[in-house]
């Protein structure tokens, strides 16, 4: 593979460990080349304890770090030599084709539009959410905390941008899109879910299958999930809240009598499997969708085996085309507006 991402190597709860262990697995798995920013000293001494084809990482230094406790676009403004800025502008200048972070969420955001830019006539980039489902499968959930105040036409955008990634990195042939609401009947909702219905109802370029309760996600009854930001981080940390729940429960339960515990240690191996089929680490991370270049928010708890995931993510996203094809949806959009 000809392609190079870039890891912000100082970004997350486990780093440098987790980005460089990720890297080097990524670079075992993959064959690709990987730059990973960051304190030279640290990472260079965290890369010494694995083996793989070093020829293929390269370790940029950088002196600052952004912290979560940090003002996300101050923190941009000001700490230009930081791992996450130095990053973007790697994906910005070309010099990677994509970047993987676990930093601060709100950082990376703002230093995607600020520094890599929107693609031209998208108004709100947004970040994309797989939740795994009780089928095996994923749904994506846009908007999941990007834009907490949103107009009908960045729904729009929204929907066609996941749907453009559902096609190209997921390989789903016609994914099926739908409106989170409080109802599945035409007139149900607010102000700004009718009127995003009504737009989304006359595209084509769509299939778009109407609203959708949000108990139904889990049900893989959808491959696309539509809202604002600020529904839809509530509705991923609350399925994160619960299914924390249900397995402190669950554990609880079966540590409660020893005829429970041996119940346990029988069903063991389908509990792990049950677990992991809901774990976000399996699944890398989220894309934030609508800016110049890719760009992969791993969570900020990620261990290495999902930064590995996040990377794997980013190269599905450049072979996709993704940016391509969503600068090609705005233009034709664009012309049928002059065609009225």
């Known amino acids: ?139 994506l959930l846009s908007d999941t905390g990007a834009n907490v105040d949103c107009d009908a036409q960045q729904l729009v955008d929204f929907a066609a941008m996941t749907n453009i990634y559902a096609k190209r990195v997921m390989k789903i042939d016609k994914p099926r899109v739908a409106l989170a609401n409080i109802g599945t009947e035409e007139g149900k909702g607010n102000d700004l879910v009718k009127t995003t219905f009504d737009l989304l109802k006359d595209r084509n370029d769509m299939n778009f299958i109407g609203n959708m309760e949000t ?47 041996l119940g346990a240690l029988m069903m063991k191996d389908s ?14 991370g989220a894309p934030f969708l609508g800016v110049e270049g890719g760009l992969i928010k791993a969570h900020g708890s990620s261990d290495a085996r999902a930064i590995k995931n996040a990377i794997r993510q980013a190269i599905q996203f450049v072979d996709g085309n993704v940016v391509e094809e969503i600068r090609a949806y705005i233009s034709s959009d664009q012309e049928k507006e002059e065609d009225k």
């Not at 000809?2 to 697995?25: F, H, L």
């Not at 370790?59 to 952004?66: L, R």
């Not at 031209?120 to 994309?128: N, T």
């Not at 509990?271 to 890398?284: E, N, P």
């Open 215 to 261: 108990r139904e996600i889990l049900n893989g009854v959808c491959d696309v999930v539509i809202c604002d930001g600020f529904i839809g981080n509530m509705i991923v940390k609350t399925l994160e809240g619960t299914v924390l729940s249900l397995f402190k429960k669950l554990k609880e339960t079966m540590m409660s009598s020893t005829k429970a515990k």
């Open 1 to 139: 593979l000809n392609m190079k991402i870039v890891i912000d190597g100082m970004g997350g709860d486990n780093a440098p460990m987790a980005p460089v262990e990720g890297a080097c697995m990524a670079v075992k798995e993959y064959g690709i080349d990987i730059v990973i920013t960051g304190d030279k000293g640290l990472l260079e001494a965290e890369l010494a304890k694995y083996d793989c084809d070093k020829t293929k990482i390269e370790i940029v230094h950088t002196s600052q770090v952004i912290t979560n406790d940090e003002k996300p676009v101050v923190a941009i403004r000001r700490k230009t030599d930081s791992s996450m800025v130095v990053a973007l502008n790697m994906v910005k200048n070309k010099k990677a084709d994509a970047m993987v972070s676990a930093g601060s969420t709100g950082a990376l955001l703002s230093g995607g539009v600020f520094v890599i830019k929107r693609i031209k006539g998208i108004s709100r980039p947004c970040i994309c959410t797989a939740i795994p489902t009780m089928d095996g499968g994923l749904s």
């Open 271 to 284: 509990l792990r499997g049950l677990k992991d089929s809901l774990d976000y680490s399996s699944h890398g």
